[in-house]
Nanobody, 130 residues
């Protein structure tokens, strides 16, 4: 059974940096892609932040996330991370990681929609105070 467990959220100050983790277990293949999404307070939809393929060079970000958000994977530990720099109050929300099995080397350029991922973690809350 595939499981994704996020951790690392908390209350931080504007300008701080934070690294969220997503422990992935149960995939029978080493080839999977993960996506990071967030849900802001009072909003129903999740906002896409990053996609990561089966290598750390295989990434995709929306324009607003480029430069402040960085997704990476530690294959030895099966942990994906999302590093957020220069946090702003508008970054407040519940952050989710999601996963989908892919073919080896499959580019994640077309992975950016929540509906494309079929496995989700429980989320971790990030609150940025001003």
């Amino acid at each position: 059974q595939v499981q994704l467990v996020e951790s690392g959220g908390g209350v931080v100050q504007t300008g701080d940096s934070l690294t969220l983790s997503c422990r992935v277990s149960g995939f029978t293949s080493a080839h999977y892609a993960t996506g990071w999404f967030r849900q802001a307070p009072g909003k129903e939809a999740c906002e896409w932040i990053a996609s990561l393929g089966d290598t750390n060079s295989n990434t995709n970000y929306p324009d607003f996330a480029k430069g402040r958000f960085a997704a990476a994977r530690d294959n030895a530990k099966n942990i994906d991370t999302l590093r957020i720099s220069n946090l702003k109050p508008e970054d407040t929300g519940v952050y989710y990681c999601a996963a989908i099995a892919i073919s080896p080397g499959w580019p994640v350029d077309s992975l950016y929609w929540a509906g494309q991922f079929d496995l989700w973690g429980q989320g971790t809350q990030v609150t940025v105070s001003s």
